[in-house]
């Protein structure tokens, strides 16, 4: 008789267990989300929780593979106190047209949050909302998005491959964000990029070396922005423009830190730079990003003031020993102007900044088809004394300087 008292139970016991875990799950999700099958939407708010009802902020929504259907045309999750996403929650699902997280007091995202994600939107939008880190392959799986867009976003930290292993994106565009620090490789091994916009009041606290190591992208904008950044920020970045703007670029406290060191570190092919166009308009820089090792067809700097472009290391690049002298940079950050208020109807022809103490400007020792200087403040500048003759690749074959004050101007052939 034991055996058919007993049988019940375990069907009991299983009733139980999936009563309590349904309510755990509603309790963990305090917000509501309203679905509309015709046109496969989800929206969801954690405004009008019902936890919550004083705060305009909403509660703390989780996000999961279980929590989402497989088709989707359109998510949106808005004015949420917290949002966390996890590891897997887009894997094999389908998002048609757009993902908007918009209102984020708190935005936590898990490293695969988005890998083996069946398709991706046409357009990521993050508007409003903060996050305290952007973990390591935050992005990964994500691939075809025509627009990825950030609007006024504060972000504690972008972790080193945060971007990583995403693939055929046409814009990539961060619009009014406040950065305290970017790790070395964040932007890094990004598949065909077209675009990489930083626009329109942008705050960097610290930027590492090699930023954009392993991506190439057609092409890279910073526009009225203020940035710290240590110098080898470009390197490993392949690019067809490069376009610095109306920005004021300082250095990183670690690159100050290394001043007057002499590195002797070699230069990997994965630190090299190829770029077909790099313009620097309208800024004042602490010191230019190094270029040693790189392969530009133009190089533009104009309406521009420069503390010191940063030394190479001449043996690698082919250029006589002593070729290079010592730089007097400032001794500090004092001697600069202010970062500069931002206008977007700047005037390309004014006067360009004079900065009082050295200011010094030095070619790279990189392959350059031509250098162009127009309206720049210059004390120091060495160039190879058959600039306009047929000369080795490694030095610049053209130099083209208009409305300018050179103060030094020395012939590489006659040094050392």
Known sequence: MAPLILAPLPLFLLLFLCFSSAAASELSTPSACASVPSAHSLVCSCSSTASSPSSSSGGHLQLSSASLPDLLHQLVVHSCARLTIASGTFRGKTIVDHIKLLDIVRLDLRPDAFRAIRRSPRLFLL???????????????????????????SIGRVHENAFAKMAFVDYLYF?????????????????????????????????????????????????????????????????????????????????????????????????????????????????????????????????????????????ENGLPNGARRPFSPPTSMSEFPSPPAFNSNSNTNSTPTILHKSTSLQTPSVPLLQLIIVNCNIRFMSVPSGAHSAVPPNFVRSVFIRNSSILRWTPISNLG
């Open 127 to 153: 508007q409003n909302s903060h996050l305290p880190s952007i973990p390591p392959f935050a992005f990964a799986g994500l691939t075809r998005l025509k627009h990825f867009w950030w609007r006024n976003i």
């Open 175 to 315: 619009h009014t964000a406040n950065i305290k620090a970017i790790d070395s490789g964040a932007f890094g091994h990004i598949h065909r990029l077209g675009h990489l916009f930083f626009r329109d009041g942008i705050r960097i606290g610290r930027m590492g070396a090699r930023v954009f190591s392993g991506t190439r992208v057609g092409e890279l904008v910073v526009e009225e922005a203020t940035v710290k950044a240590d110098a080898g920020v470009f390197g490993g970045l392949k690019a067809a423009r490069v376009r610095i703007s109306d920005c004021w670029w300082g250095e990183t406290d670690a690159g100050r830190r290394r001043k007057g060191r002499r590195t002797r570190k070699r230069r990997t092919q994965e630190e090299a730079v190829e770029v077909n166009e790099m313009l620097i308009r309208n800024c004042t820089m602490y010191r230019m990003p190094r270029l040693s090792g790189a392969s530009i067809g133009l190089f533009r700097v104009q309406n521009s003031t420069i503390g010191r472009l940063a030394r190479t290391d001449v043996r």
